[in-house]
Each structure stands twice: as structure tokens, then as C-alpha cells.
């Protein structure tokens, strides 16, 4: 699983990313960013925060799946098109990148 936060006219935003073998398919999920305890975020990479509930989420299976890739929205939530730009961005970059390798994890 990986994190990124980053931070959009002060509010700050987390994309999180998980391949799942058993599905063999990618988790993407875009969320508003909760700022959480130092304890609980050893992580630097996740600067004092932490995933709130995900506003948008992206299930993309592997070719020899046959299955179209997807989207779900929280229809409660919204967002900047900016975050929502930056947001499909890093998941067309992610899909298309034949380099990549999803990390073993179930």
C-alpha cells in the first residue's frame, strides 16, 4: 500500500494505492487528508496525516482480467477539479507505466 498526501489551497488531500493479488487489480482511492497524532504517523512521507473516508475510488483490474476499470464517488462529498485533476493524473501514470510492479501484498 502507498500513501501520498499533498496540499491544495490549505486543505490538505491523500491518494492512496493498493494492488490486491487475490483480485488482480488496483485499489486507488482519493480522500480529504486527516491530520492524525505524530505516534500514529512515524512515516514522513505522511507528513502528520492520514486517509479520511475516500470521496472517490478507482478499481482498475490487470488485462488478462477482462474486466473495464471503474469508479466509485461518495456522492457526499466534494472537491476541487484541481485535486480531482492531480488525482486521475497519478492514476493514468500508475496504469500506463509498464515498469511498474505491484508490491506483494494481499
Known amino acids: ?5 499533498w496540499e491544495h489551497d490549505g486543505d490538505h ?3 492512496q494505492s493498493t494492488y490486491v493479488k487475490g483480485d488482480e ?8 487528508a486527516r491530520s492524525a ?16 473516508p475516500a470521496a472517490i475510488t478507482v478499481i482498475a483490474h490487470d488485462p488478462e482480467v ?8 461518495d456522492g457526499d462529498q466534494e472537491l ?12 493514468a501514470t500508475t496504469l500506463a507505466n509498464d515498469d511498474t510492479q505491484p508490491p506483494n501484498s494481499d
Not at 500500500?1 to 498526501?5: D, F, G, N
Not at 487489480?25 to 480529504?32: D, H, K, R
Not at 477482462?66 to 464517488?73: G, Q, T
Request: charged share 20%; with cysteine; proline share 12%.
Open 37 to 52: 497524532p505524530a505516534v500514529r504517523t512515524a512515516s514522513p512521507r505522511h507528513d502528520g496525516f492520514l486517509p479520511g
Open 66 to 73: 477482462e474486466k473495464p476499470p471503474y469508479v466509485h464517488f
Open 25 to 32: 487489480a488496483w485499489y486507488f482511492e482519493l480522500s480529504e
Open 13 to 15: 488531500y491523500c491518494l
Open 80 to 91: 476541487p477539479f484541481d485535486v480531482l485533476k492531480y488525482f486521475t493524473t497519478a492514476v
Open 1 to 5: 500500500m502507498a500513501l501520498e498526501t
